[in-house]
């Protein structure tokens, strides 16, 4: 059900009629700094524990491990007023605690599944230094009963009262600030009363739109949210791919598409896929919840298997333009799997730069922010590391663009037109005006879209 709650101003705090909670947060990845750094800015008390010392002395001198927009000017300003606090010591964060929110890993295992190891540490450690009642909240986004599982755990170790509850998170890498102090909506799973009051209680400053829920379908509407944005990201790449082929041009398909109240305009962007750390590995551990349940989710395999394909159309247009691209230069503009981050997990940037490596092409690469995620990730000798954009165009025989930063929609397309060994513009995200490639002299190749080899072929109506 939703609870229709006043809706106060985000960032109200105590002050304004919001009772302040004291709050633990385990795990400082991007959900749960995230999510704890916007809790103090809300005016509540809260502790952010993670067992890397390193990463926890980065955050006590003021540091983000993460690239995110915001962040760093909050966790600041709340640190200077005492309300947010970081820590590698789980006992020091917890006996104060009302309620303990974990968000650690759940990476994916070889089969799809996800991890649950560190959910189940991290239960155990919580069930050990339990005193007194309170709402252990599961963030991570996990498989449905995991919350349950959690419960057992803790009361293995801690025979006194609590709640259990899911609270999923749905923030975007980029606007992640933004999407947790103006969500949608907050969906809470809990089987008390009392930890949804409270729960209620410390996100009704944020919206009206608080859905209260069992567990088991809060865990749920997580992954099948993932699961159906994905979906209309692998549908339009689909139809770019037909639009390529009968003449049309994708953007004027997705927005009369999207003028629908019944489909909506968003995710309806045709490009080379989805990558980072939820779609990839969420739809993957989906399609083995329901294989556990022996039930054949055909559709999401079939929208995973198209995203795996839609970024392996960069080389296909690279091939078309250069004939080959053995002995070539491209230059490659974008290596994060989205603008506005530095996450270069499942990123697009990955296999096409390795499947150009084994083609014998060498690559030169460029990314405002995510440059050293990546070479961490993966380098190779014949990748050339660049100082900026028009330095990676510098004589190469093809241009490649990735990831839609704003630096690149901007750039001077003469300048990198002149800079090019050849005026192969090869447009993964769809950024640029069709007219504008053409009158900097460029070939131009976007994704479902009339470019350098446009075409309208005759189409035979029965």
Request: net charge negative; with cysteine.
């Amino acid at each position: 059900m939703v609870a229709e709650c006043d809706r106060i101003t985000p960032g109200a705090g105590p002050d304004k009629g919001v009772e302040q909670m004291k709050i633990t947060v385990i795990g400082t990845g991007y959900v749960g700094l995230v999510s704890g750094i916007c809790y103090a800015e809300l005016g509540h008390d809260v502790y952010c524990v993670d067992k890397d010392a390193a990463k926890i002395n980065t955050l006590q001198s003021g540091g983000i491990p993460i690239y995110e927009p915001g962040l760093q000017r909050l966790s600041l300003k709340n640190m200077d007023a005492g309300r947010l606090r970081f820590t590698t010591a789980l006992a020091e964060a917890m006996p104060e605690a009302d309620i303990v929110i974990m968000a650690v890993g759940t990476p994916s295992l070889p089969s799809g599944e996800a991890d649950m190891s560190y959910i189940e540490a991290a239960a155990s450690e919580v069930g050990a230094a339990m005193n007194g009642y309170k709402v252990i909240c599961v963030k991570s986004t996990v498989p449905v009963g995991t919350n349950e599982r959690v419960g057992r755990i803790v009361r293995e170790r801690y025979d006194g009262p609590f709640d259990t509850a899911s609270l999923p998170e749905f923030l975007r890498e980029g606007t992640a600030v933004r999407d947790t102090l103006h969500p949608d909506r907050i969906v809470i799973g809990t089987d008390g009363s009392r930890a949804a009051r409270i729960l209620s209680d410390l996100h009704r400053p944020l919206t009206n739109q608080i859905v209260l829920t069992d567990i088991r379908s809060a865990e749920m509407i997580k992954y099948a949210s993932n699961a159906f944005l994905a979906t209309k990201i692998s549908f339009i790449n689909e139809i770019a791919n037909i639009c390529e082929k009968v003449g049309a041009d994708v953007i004027e398909v997705a927005k009369g598409m999207g003028l629908d109240n019944r489909i909506g305009g968003s995710f309806l962007r045709a490009g080379i896929g989805y990558g980072g750390s939820c779609f990839p590995k969420d739809t993957k551990a989906l399609i083995q919840i329901a294989g556990n349940v022996e039930y054949d989710f055909k559709l999401l395999k079939s929208v995973v298997e198209v995203n795996k394909q839609q970024r392996f159309g960069v080389l296909d247009k690279l091939g078309k333009a250069l004939g080959d691209v053995r002995g070539t230069t491209v230059g490659v503009w974008g290596l994060a799997f989205k603008p506005e981050t530095d996450d270069v997990r499942e990123a697009p940037a990955l296999e096409i730069i390795e499947q150009l490596i084994e083609s014998d092409a060498t690559v030169k690469v460029y990314d405002p922010i995510a440059m050293a995620n990546f070479k961490r990730t993966f380098d190779h000798p014949r990748i050339v590391w660049c100082d900026s954009a028009l330095d990676t165009a510098q004589d190469s025989d093809a241009l490649c663009l990735l990831t839609e930063w704003k630096e690149f929609a901007a750039i001077d397309l003469g300048a990198v037109r002149a800079a090019l060994a050849r005026p192969i513009l090869i447009d993964g995200r769809n950024v640029y005006d069709v007219q504008r490639v053409r009158e900097a002299g460029l070939h131009y190749y976007p994704v479902g879209r009339p470019g350098h080899e446009a075409y309208i072929p005759e189409l035979i109506l029965d």
